[in-house]
C-alpha cells in the first residue's frame, strides 16, 4: 500500500529505543526523513546508524524532552536542517510505580513534563506550520492504563491527560487538514524495556501467571505491529480518522470505551 508519505519530514521523540525506535523504522521503510531525539547519545547514534544501514533518511539530536529550552532547541534545530515537521510522533515518556500519596511532588512534576507537557509543547510548535499547509499528523503514544485502571498514579494520569489532550486537539483542527490521533499499547516486550526486566527479575511462575491471566494470545506484544500502525496513522491515506485512541495490545484490555 502507497502511503503517500514519501519525502515527508517526521520527528519521533524517545526514537532511540522500543516503540520509537520501530517507529522510526517502520516511516523509514516509507521514504519519510525521520528525526529522532533522545536521551543518550550513544543509543541514539546506534539507531541512526542502524536505520541508515537499512537505506533510511535519518539524522539524530540529543535532547531531554522533559526541558522547555531544549524542546524549542530541538524544533528549531529540525527546521534548520529539514524544513518543516509534517508528522509528529510524541513518543518519550516514562513510568513511576506508587499511589497518590506515595508518588513524590517532584516525581509528579517529572512524569508530567515528561509525559504529557512535552508532547503539548511541541504540538503547538508545530500546529502553525501544519495549518498553514493545511496538512498534518500528531501521534500521541499513550497507554491501555490511560484508557483503563493500571499502572502508578502519575503514569495513569498522565496517559489519561494525553488521551484527553489528543481529542481535543484533532477536534480544533480537523479543519485544517491536521489528523491527531493516538495509539494505546499493552504490555510490548523489547530490550532494556519495562517488560523485559519483569520477565528477568521476577520468577518464572510469577510471569507464567501474569502471561495466563492478563494476556489472551498467551504472549507479550512485540514492537513492530505498534511501528507500523504509528506509521499508517501518519498516511495519506486517513480519510476521516482523527480523534481516536487505538488500543494495540493483543486484547489485554477489558475496557469498551
Known amino acids: ?12 521523540t524517545g526514537g532511540s529505543r522500543g516503540l520509537g525506535k520501530q517507529a522510526a523504522m517502520s516511516l523509514a521503510k516509507e521514504g519519510v526523513h525521520v528525526v529522532i531525539c533522545a536521551r543518550t547519545e550513544s543509543t541514539l547514534y546506534e539507531t541512526v546508524d542502524h536505520i541508515r544501514k537499512m ?7 540529543v535532547a531531554d524532552i522533559s526541558q522547555t529550552d531544549e524542546r524549542q532547541k530541538l524544533y528549531e534545530s529540525v527546521i534548520e536542517q529539514n524544513g518543516n515537521i509534517d508528522i509528529l510522533v510524541n513518543n518519550a515518556g516514562g513510568s513511576v510505580r506508587g499511589d497518590i500519596v506515595s508518588t513524590t511532588d517532584q516525581q509528579w512534576k517529572d512524569l508530567l513534563d ?10 503547538r510548535l508545530v500546529i502553525p506550520e501544519m495549518k498553514e499547509k493545511e496538512w498534518g499528523r500528531i501521534i500521541n503514544v499513550a497507554s491501555i492504563w490511560g484508557r483503563e485502571y493500571g499502572g502508578g498514579a502519575a503514569y495513569m494520569t498522565t496517559k489519561a491527560a494525553l488521551i484527553a489532550l489528543t481529542k481535543n486537539t484533532a477536534l480544533d483542527y480537523a479543519k485544517h487538514g491536521i489528523l491527531v490521533n493516538c495509539v494505546a499499547p499493552g504490555s510490548i516486550e523489547f530490550a532494556g524495556g519495562s517488560w523485559d526486566r519483569f520477565q528477568q527479575n521476577q520468577p518464572k511462575d510469577v510471569v507464567e501467571a501474569f502471561v495466563s491471566q492478563n494476556l489472551p494470545m498467551g504472549k507479550f506484544g512485540w514492537p513492530e505491529p505498534v511501528g507500523d500502525l504509528i506509521t499508517f496513522l501518519s498516511s495519506d491515506n486517513l480519510g476521516i480518522l482523527t480523534g481516536a485512541c487505538i488500543n494495540i495490545d493483543g486484547g489485554q484490555s477489558k475496557s469498551l470505551i
Not at 55 to 61: E, L, P, Q, R, W
Not at 114 to 123: D, K, Q
Open 114 to 123: 515528561l509525559n504529557l507537557i512535552s508532547a503539548i509543547e511541541m504540538s
Open 1 to 12: 500500500m502507497d502511503l503517500g508519505i514519501e519525502g515527508k519530514v517526521a520527528l519521533v
Open 55 to 61: 537505506g533510511g533518511h535519518i539524522s539524530g539530536f
